[in-house]
């Protein structure tokens, strides 16, 4: 992500401060507050498997609601058109759907305490120890990213130098996490939920309104940069150039199921929010509740990025003297009073640290849990890794405020981050598939599938793309071809694995398995659970046709 332009320093004043000082007032309340409820390891880790789902849902969305989804999905609108509606309507509904019915009874009856934890019961400590680093590995990164987002901004809008940014933002989450733990995440999440709402819906109706409704914004578009542009799925033809630069095969296949279910299903920074919830239906329902705001949030931020488009027609030219990233401080410049202007710093601050706080409380899990207590020091009271979690955050907060550093080096975090998901999340994924559906696959095909699938699809997008071997149009093209050929690397080496070597015995799959049945019965459900609004198929399949219905306006 390139530093946004001088010329967006935003005219704030001691009202939009105060509003700011007030939020970060009342998220260090929250985690004083949340403090009461952590005795255990358990209840600092995972919320002690209390929370109702319609909390665990709102901090599911919000903690996607980091710095890719406001400012890089509004530079993406800006810069493809209505197409970035794929990143959400196939590239998240579909998979959050198959979380919450397929996945989280496996999660939430073997009682694992994270992600990786599950690929110690499935396979073995060798896939385990490789999937812990890697994502702890990953996590700091990402909130790193995070924080140095939100830094640029803070930079640029309020002339807050970076470094100042990154501190203040880094240490608020810090204090509010370490106290708290994972509720006092949570329920900020809930909050910055409803902060981050406040922030966009104004931004999105104002700027509609500047540029003459949709109507008027459409035509304009369409003049500037063809019909394409404002549809989602014409010019996707093999063979046909689109804005997008990928085609229908690259989209379905690599965003929509390689790269969706790989993110959704298998990054502990979202499982952890369902993980936390108070029985298996309330687990089951908290990514279904999540998916109905995950399918309008994308007209919040595409909405202002096609109305920057519209204001700035050679926005991201070096003409223009504005990148595609500008598009929200922009608006925010050029249409918000002050009192609102507050409001919409406030909601993205608010989304940078929902981001950052979601990849801390998953890092010191991860870390705690399948690191520390599993390989380096066994057996001690609970007491101690309460005490050790709380001290691994600290540093994990430290080393995420170094990789923000770290990331001001990469010219565009949006692209970054989809070639980190591609990286690790895609081979998690395709391990995880497998070992649930293949009662077959053996101990040791699950750590050899992870390498080559991430193997692959860093060759893939160092040596075949960036090396010029093959012609791929765009950056974002290239991360879904990268997505496809590490699922089929990883796959088909967990074939040839489990062909070669001995399978678990099946009395150990129990419950991991699809099939088989579980040793842990379930949790006798709350009488307010068997409403027929509240049934996990009525909620997925409600939200699958909702997002196919979205998508007829804009594909003819």
């Known amino acids: 992500m390139q530093t946004l332009a001088e010329g967006l320093r ?37 919320s002690g498997r209390s929370l109702p789902a319609w909390v665990t849902g709102l901090a599911f969305v919000a903690a996607n609601l980091g710095a890719t989804e406001i400012l890089g999905m509004a530079a993406t609108g800006a810069q493809y058109g209505v197409a970035v509606v794929h990143w959400y309507w196939i590239g998240a509904i579909p998979a959050m759907v198959f979380l919450g019915l397929v996945m989280m009874p496996f999660y939430y009856r073997s009682k694992v305490r994270s992600v990786p934890e599950f690929l110690l019961q499935r396979f073995d400590r060798s896939a385990h120890l490789l999937s812990s680093v890697l994502f702890a590995f990953a996590a700091i990164l990402i909130a790193g990213v995070n924080l140095y987002a939100l830094s640029i901004v803070v930079e640029a809008l309020l002339g807050w130098p970076q470094w100042v940014a990154i501190v203040v933002a880094g240490l608020f989450v810090l204090v509010y996490i370490t106290i708290g733990g994972l509720s006092s995440a949570i329920y900020n999440e809930v909050l910055q939920f409803f902060v981050i709402l406040a922030a966009l819906i104004p931004l999105t109706l ?45 989209i379905i296949l690599g965003l929509g199921f390689v790269l969706s279910f790989g993110y959704w299903t298998t990054n502990f920074a979202e499982v952890q929010r369902a993980l936390s919830a108070k029985n298996l239906s309330a687990a089951r329902r908290t990514p279904l509740i999540a998916a109905f705001p995950k399918i ?7 909405i202002p990025g096609l109305v920057a488009a519209v204001i700035v027609p050679q926005i991201g030219t070096p003409d223009s003297g504005l990148t595609y990233n500008d598009a929200i401080p922009l608006l925010m410049q050029e249409l918000l009073p002050n009192g609102v202007l507050g409001i919409a710093v406030t909601g993205l601050l608010a989304a940078f640290m929902a981001g950052m706080a979601a990849n801390v409380s998953s890092f010191n899990t991860v870390f705690t849990t399948d690191i520390w207590q599993r390989y380096v020091v066994k057996d001690r009271p609970d007491a101690y890794y309460l005490r050790f979690g709380r001290l691994i955050t600290a540093l994990g907060v430290l080393a995420s405020i170094g990789t923000a550093f770290i990331a001001a080096s990469f010219s565009n975090i949006m ?52 090396g010029g071997i093959i012609d791929i149009p765009s950056d974002q093209g290239a991360n879904f071809v990268s997505a496809i050929v590490g699922f089929v690397a990883g796959a088909v080496v967990m074939v040839v694995v489990t062909l070669f070597t001995a399978p678990k015995p099946e009395a150990e799959l129990a419950g991991l398995v699809y099939g088989t049945e579980s040793p842990n019965a379930d949790e006798a459900p709350d009488e307010a659970d068997g409403a027929w609004y509240r ?3 009525l909620l997925g399949w409600g939200a699958i046709v909702l997002a196919a219905l979205c998508y007829v306006p804009y594909s003819f």
């Open 296 to 302: 309008f949030i994308v007209f919040a931020v595409m």
């Open 10 to 46: 935003l005219p704030t004043n001691g009202l939009d401060y105060a509003i700011l000082a007030i939020y970060f007032v009342v998220v260090l309340g929250i985690g004083f507050a949340a403090r009461a409820s952590v005795r255990t390891s358990l209840d600092f880790f995972l």
């Open 206 to 250: 104002l700027g509609l309104k500047r540029v003459g409704g949709w109507d008027g914004m459409s035509d304009s578009l369409t003049k500037q940069h063809g019909a394409d542009f404002m549809s989602a799925w014409s010019g996707t033809g093999i063979g046909d150039a689109n804005p997008l630069g990928a085609n229908w095969l690259t």
């Open 415 to 466: 692209s970054y981050l989809q070639t980190l998901f591609s990286f690790f999340n895609v081979p998690m994924f395709v391990v995880f598939i497998i070992g649930m559906f293949w009662k077959r696959a053996s101990m040791k095909s699950g750590v050899w599938g992870l390498v080559a699938g991430t193997t692959a699809a860093m060759v893939n997008y160092f040596w075949i793309y960036k």
């Open 535 to 537: 049934r996990p198929a």
